[in-house]
């Protein structure tokens, strides 16, 4: 007997999210009760922003979104992998570390397992200000010093490397605008799992279940013309096979998430 046989429910079920028309319906009914489902296309985080209902909560300055249990803060995330040959490299030179959208810090605890952190380097999360509620609690009952958070750029101070993991879709300014507040720009720049297409910048609003997000699906090329108008050089890229689906835009078609590192040369 096959093992691999799917059911015919399974069967169904690939035909249902393969046959685009089917999918899109499927999708849009689906929104409301699931996670990580996606609905409408706009110009602006604050039109996709005030597209979410006023029954929801939107946006990710909710407690209830960060709190995380101590045996998940330690968690090595697959979509990390990508960033260990290059956050090795980095390293050597660089003493502070600014974690944009890094949540309560949980690629602080989940790196520091796996890389050498120097006794001098500081991790510094910008996030929300309930992420930093729940993350400064974290880092005192877990005994990190080297942990800090900060809810504005500018009290960043100088920053060697400037990490954003699978959070710069949640962020309204680009990339190059948040390097604009800092005092100097950092050497190093590692953006991990962000979904990118070739097509316009645009956002959709995802449903995270205890609230709803504006979410940026930015242009690929654009991203990495941005950086290098900035004195950057694109030294590694890398993509993970997830796609984001948009119910009935099918020209906002997203089928991977990429990650980058960069490194200024001027």
């Known amino acids: 007997m096959n093992s691999t046989a799917q059911s015919p429910l399974d069967s169904l079920k690939n035909w249902v999210k393969s046959t685009p028309v089917i999918a899109d319906i499927y999708l849009y009914l689906k929104y409301p009760y699931c996670i990580n489902v996606y609905k409408g296309v706009f110009n602006t985080f604050s039109e996709a922003q005030n597209a979410i209902p006023q029954k929801f909560h939107a946006g990710y300055d909710q407690l209830a979104a960060h709190y995380k249990k101590k045996s998940d803060l330690y968690l090595m995330r697959p979509i990390n992998l990508p960033l260990l ?123 995270l279940g205890i609230t709803r997000c504006p979410y940026k699906i930015q242009n690929r090329s654009e991203l990495i013309r941005g950086l290098e108008d900035q004195g950057y050089q694109l030294i590694k890229t890398w993509k993970e096979p997830r796609n984001c689906r948009i119910p009935f835009h099918p020209q906002q078609f997203v089928n991977s998430y990429f990650g980058f590192y960069f490194k200024r040369c001027i």
Do not use: H, M, R
Request: aromatic share 14%; hydrophobic share 45%.
């Open 85 to 207: 040959a290059p956050f090795k490299e980095a390293l050597v030179e660089v003493s502070t570390i600014l974690d944009v959208g890094g949540g309560v810090g949980i690629d602080y605890y989940a790196f520091k397992q796996v890389l050498d952190f120097s006794d001098s380097l500081q991790w510094l999360v910008y996030d929300v200000p309930a992420a930093l509620e729940v993350g400064q609690s974290l880092a005192a009952e877990n005994q990190c010093p080297d942990l800090y958070f900060i809810n504005d750029f500018e009290d960043a101070g100088t920053v060697d490397l400037v990490l954003t993991n699978g959070a710069l879709q949640y962020l309204e300014p680009s990339l190059p605008t948040i390097l604009g507040q800092l005092i100097q720009k950092p050497k190093y720049i590692l953006i991990n799992y962000v979904p990118c297409f070739e097509g316009e910048t645009f956002f959709t609003v995802q449903n």
